[in-house]
């Protein structure tokens, strides 16, 4: 009976190994298998992680099939011992595990997190192969639609739906933005997902080391099209980009206001797009809410609030005195014209003139 426990052992060890693969194998094919310089860190961090709560992990896997083999009622060799209540060294063993694995994650983290933060402009672009100096990244943004991806290269003066082209080891950098609702820009292979919210920009840089064909997700639930909004990640040799870029300004399409008004309404399972051009300063319009004629930017409305309350203006060297507070109660704080000139009294309302 005594030659069972190493084989008990033994089938707890490949029963837990096989359980790990199975769990990791739905990641293998971007988030383990990175093609860019960015998703290679995070993956590496991901596996060191694991690695390190492994060594708390095994053990007691291993010391529940000893001990209970070790205990069990039927060992004529166990040893019972009613008056234990303590032991300095198993106390040691016990506390010293676990605050080493948080000293190890915590350093980890906290480097990592400024290491790879999405704003952060890339030092490197592969290991041990820092940016050339005097680099322009690509610029492209990034419109999380309902429910489908707007890309825009404003440098280039095309623009994509649901296609995503990049030159290889050439740094990218995104600026992301959303139109109604909370999306998730997410390409596992190239970096981590990044938000995308209304009105305002966020930002991701992020370069790709090797030729991919791949897929980019919403990894924020959005409602009924959320499971279709996906889009077609392809990395390319620059030769092979600059053929698809002309490709591109080829097809004759362009985006301007009504044709972007056109393409915002709600859809699912929307095609691949192409737009030969881009109207100047789409992005940004869509990022203040102020692409419909006659809207006003938010940009522009909050500028002049700042006006009317005795605040800087932009590039002004000169800051005024601070303004007198209204006092709580105050109707100032009701007024809403300034936001909305529709609202002031006597005036006509979109809809009702």
């Not at 029963?15 to 971007?30: N, T």
């Amino acid at each position: 009976m005594r030659r069972q426990a190493p084989n008990l052992i033994g089938h707890g060890l490949r029963l837990g190994l096989l359980a790990m693969s199975a769990l990791l194998g739905g990641c293998s094919r971007d988030v383990m298998n990175p093609a860019g310089d960015i998703a290679l860190q995070q993956r590496n961090l991901i596996l060191f992680a694991t690695l390190v709560m492994l060594l708390i992990i095994v053990p007691v896997m291993v010391l529940i099939v000893l001990f209970a083999w070790r205990y069990r009622r039927g060992n004529p060799n166990k040893t019972y011992d009613p008056g234990f209540d303590h032991s300095t060294t198993l106390e040691l063993v016990i506390w010293s595990c676990p605050l080493f694995i948080i000293i190890a994650l915590s350093a980890v983290t906290w480097t990592s997190t400024h290491l790879l933060d999405p704003f952060r402009p890339l030092a490197r672009i592969a290991p041990g192969k820092p940016v050339p100096p005097g680099t322009k990244p690509l610029e492209v943004e990034v419109v999380g639609l309902d429910w489908k991806w707007l890309f825009i290269y404003p440098d280039l003066g095309i623009a994509t739906v649901n296609e995503l082209a990049l030159p290889t080891n050439v740094p990218v950098h995104f600026s992301i933005t959303s139109t109604d609702q909370f999306n998730a820009f997410y390409a596992p292979t190239l970096a981590g997902m990044v938000y995308a919210m209304p009105n305002m920009r966020s930002e991701l840089n992020a370069v790709l080391n090797r030729p991919v064909e791949t897929t980019g997700y919403s990894s924020n639930y959005t409602g009924r099209g959320f499971s279709d909004m996906q889009f077609r990640l392809r990395g390319m040799a620059p030769a092979d980009f600059d053929r698809w870029v002309a490709g591109v300004k080829g097809s004759g399409g362009g985006l301007a206001t009504q044709a972007y008004i056109a393409l915002a309404k709600p859809s699912e399972r929307a095609p691949v797009m192409h737009f030969a051009s881009v109207q100047p300063g789409l992005f940004d319009r869509i990022v203040n809410a102020c692409v419909e004629p006659g809207t006003p930017c938010q940009a522009d409305v909050m500028h002049r609030d700042m006006q009317r309350a005795g605040g800087t203006a932009p590039g002004s060297a000169v800051k005024p005195a601070a303004p007198a507070q209204p006092k709580p109660g105050d109707p100032h704080h009701r007024d809403m014209t300034r936001a909305d000139p529709s609202l002031a009294p006597g005036a006509v309302r979109a809809g009702h003139a």
